[in-house]
């Protein structure tokens, strides 16, 4: 799933590199790109909205200070979300934080969540994750919502585990350049595939998932399609569950997914759910010395590299970081906990389920971070009322205190839009980067 990590980390450095050194940096660049969220906000097609609630909290903020009355409220419809279409699904994964709110009885009427992503795409929303909380290819009407998706101009990725590939198919000749759809496999054999995710089939195997990739790719090789692979290691747990480790089948996932025509495997590190609700990173829970466990994953990575073959030549291949996974190898992780006061990214990016709609994927089903219920913005006059939760939730959202243990992916980009508001500089200097179909956030 979907979950805060950072923008930042080190960059490769920018000259000078060869061979395999070079490799690695133009693949940390992609990685980095994916998850630069301020550039992906300056696009021409974002920066817009981006600008109108930079202003509008400029306005707000002086009116406060000035004890004034305050500005009229945007819209405040995100221009990305993440929706949960189902929470039914068919594995029981060791290592789920969702855990507690899977196959609940609530579900959306279809023709309401249908007026919602029209309400929403007229107001400036760009595109949609289907993700889980749920596997969403369960979804009854999950090919003719994906359609819809599409004729309102939205860019679409979905996250799935893998199990349906004939759902994949069926939408596959619909999607476009600029959309994806990742894998959740988190390993390299059948036996570990099969530990980790308590399948339903029981009998589901990687191989079984692995042979949907080349006829999805034969109907349309226009979108990209990920291996993703959360590494797991002795220590982690979900409530009381001990996990499966996958930590020594790095590399093996990364030769199973090149040969079964993937676009790339991406690695990321195991989060828990605190007590408070929000993912987590813990490397305190690493059984034995972390160092190890640290080395162990650079060495899996390293070979998992072997596979990299030049991702913009059809047949490529490229093997991803994520953003936490380097941070927690860097042991930098702590420097993305400290967040601005307003988390202005709730404003920008939510997470639609049918438990409701929430300011983060990191809070997905939690109280506190609850904007509304799971029909907001099904007209105009809800769209005008969830922006006045979506504002109350600014207000009382106390993300320095609240994500404090939060490896937020969302830091540098918040930061700079709290800069950004605070200091008053031209918003006419911002420099505005071409749409480079890259609006998911
Ligand atoms: S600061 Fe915002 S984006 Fe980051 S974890 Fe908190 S709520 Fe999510």
Known sequence: MNGPASTQGSSPAGGGETGAAQDAAVSQRRAEAIHDFTAKLRQSGMWPKVREYVDWQRKLRGARRAKQPEPERPDLVPLSINLDLTTACNYACDHCIDWD?????????????????????????????????????????????????????????????????????????YLTKGDWVRLSLDSGRNDTFQRMHNPTPKTLTLDDICAWVPKIKA????????????????????????????????????KRASEAGFDYISYKPFLERAETGSEVMDPDKIEGHMADVMQRIRTGIDAARRYEKNPDQPGGFSVRESTNLRMLMENSWRDYTNQPQVCHMQALR????PHGMFN???????????????????????????AGMTAALLDNFDASDNCKDVTCLYNSTNWWLEKLIEDGSDLDAVEVLPDRRDTFL
Not at 373 to 383: C, G, H, K, L, P
């Open 101 to 173: 709110i899977l196959n609940a009885k609530v579900k959306y009427e279809h023709e309401t969540l249908c007026n919602q992503m029209r309400e929403m795409a007229a107001r400036g929303m760009r595109s949609v994750i289907l993700i889980g909380g749920g596997e969403p290819t369960l979804y009854p009407k999950f090919k003719e919502f994906v359609i819809l998706l599409k004729e309102l101009g939205q860019q679409v990725s979905v996250v799935t585990n893998g199990s349906r590939g004939h759902k994949i198919l069926e939408i596959a000749p």
């Open 219 to 254: 109907v349309n090789p226009h979108f990209q399609m990920g291996y993703s692979f959360i590494i797991t290691w002795k220590g982690g747990t979900r409530d009381d569950v001990k996990i499966v480790e996958n930590i020594g089948e790095i590399e093996l996932g990364a």
């Open 350 to 353: 939510q997470v639609l389920s």
């Open 360 to 386: 983060c994927p990191a809070y997905r089903g939690v109280s506190y971070a609850r904007i509304g219920e799971m029909d907001v913005n099904r007209d105009a006059e809800s769209v005008r009322a969830t």
